[in-house]
Nanobody, 124 residues
Framework: QVQLVESGGGLVQAGGSLRLSCAASGRTFSSYSMGWFRQAPGKEREFVGAISWRGGMPYYADSVKGRFTISRDDAKNTVSLQMNSLKPEDTAVYYC????WGLGSAKAVDYKYWGQGTQVTVSS
């Protein structure tokens, strides 16, 4: 069982940066692959990026590649999403999710545990 809590969301102007954090409970965080997803009003939840349980190279959706960076700190049971050069279309509720073992899937259905989400709003 893993509980996830996101933080760091807020309001930022276009071109700005935010850093989201996801804190996980439990002693087996290192065995979970972690993903970030987002959902804008009226839209389906979409994949942002993921990092495997082995701390391998993260991979990202094309829409955020080169602007967003995922990192994890297994000693602190946290995964972070650094978001730079933010655009109004990045406005959404951002969720972190955990998948036991795995390689870090881009499919939401593969993740068993989800945080409550944190709102990111980018003004133009």
């Amino acid at each position: 069982q893993v509980q996830l809590v996101e933080s760091g969301g807020g309001l930022v102007q276009a071109g700005g940066s935010l850093r989201l954090s996801c804190a996980a409970s439990g002693r087996t965080f290192s065995s979970y692959s972690m993903g970030w997803f987002r959902q804008a009003p009226g839209k389906e939840r979409e994949f942002v990026g993921a990092i495997s349980w082995r701390g391998g190279m993260p991979y990202y959706a094309d829409s955020v590649k080169g602007r967003f960076t995922i990192s994890r700190d297994d000693a602190k049971n946290t995964v972070s999403l650094q978001m730079n050069s933010l655009k109004p279309e990045d406005t959404a509720v951002y969720y972190c999710a955990a998948e036991s073992w795995g390689l870090g899937s881009a499919k939401a259905v593969d993740y068993k545990y989800w945080g409550q989400g944190t709102q990111v709003t980018v003004s133009s």
